[in-house]
Every structure is written in structure tokens, then in C-alpha cells.
């Protein structure tokens, strides 16, 4: 298994994300956008889709 392989750990709850358990193609894809993958928020901050800069500051406050 790959370092970037990671489907059991991974909480990304996106219908359908073909990246997902793929660490290293997630947070490249992500990051191309200017975003954030879910395994930077928590459970409630991931179900909102919002992987901008500013919903994870305002996830970490919560």
C-alpha cells in the first residue's frame, strides 16, 4: 500500500470522489483550486463542501 493510499482513514464524505483515499491526488486536486481537502476539517465542517480558506478558519473556531 502506498503512503498516499488511504481509504480506510479517509473522511471525505463527497458522493462519488474519485480521488478519495488517495491522499497525494486529493490535496494536489484541491490545492490547484486554492482549497482545502476534507481531512483538514472536522466531520461537521466537511458535510458543508465549502473547502475554502475561510470556512476552515471558521470550522477550527468552532
Known amino acids: 500500500m502506498s503512503k498516499c493510499d488511504n481509504k480506510n482513514e479517509c473522511p471525505?464524505?463527497?458522493p462519488?470522489?474519485?480521488?478519495?483515499?488517495?491522499c497525494c491526488e486529493?490535496?494536489?486536486?484541491h490545492r490547484k483550486y486554492g482549497e482545502f481537502p476534507?481531512?483538514?476539517f472536522s466531520k461537521?465542517?466537511?458535510?458543508?463542501y465549502d473547502r475554502?480558506?475561510?470556512n476552515l478558519i471558521n470550522d477550527?473556531?468552532?
Open 12 to 14: 471525505c464524505t463527497y
Open 16 to 22: 462519488g470522489c474519485e480521488r478519495h483515499g488517495k
Open 26 to 29: 486529493c490535496v494536489a486536486y
Open 38 to 40: 476534507a481531512c483538514f
Open 44 to 48: 461537521d465542517g466537511e458535510k458543508s
Open 52 to 54: 475554502s480558506f475561510e
Open 60 to 62: 477550527r473556531r468552532r
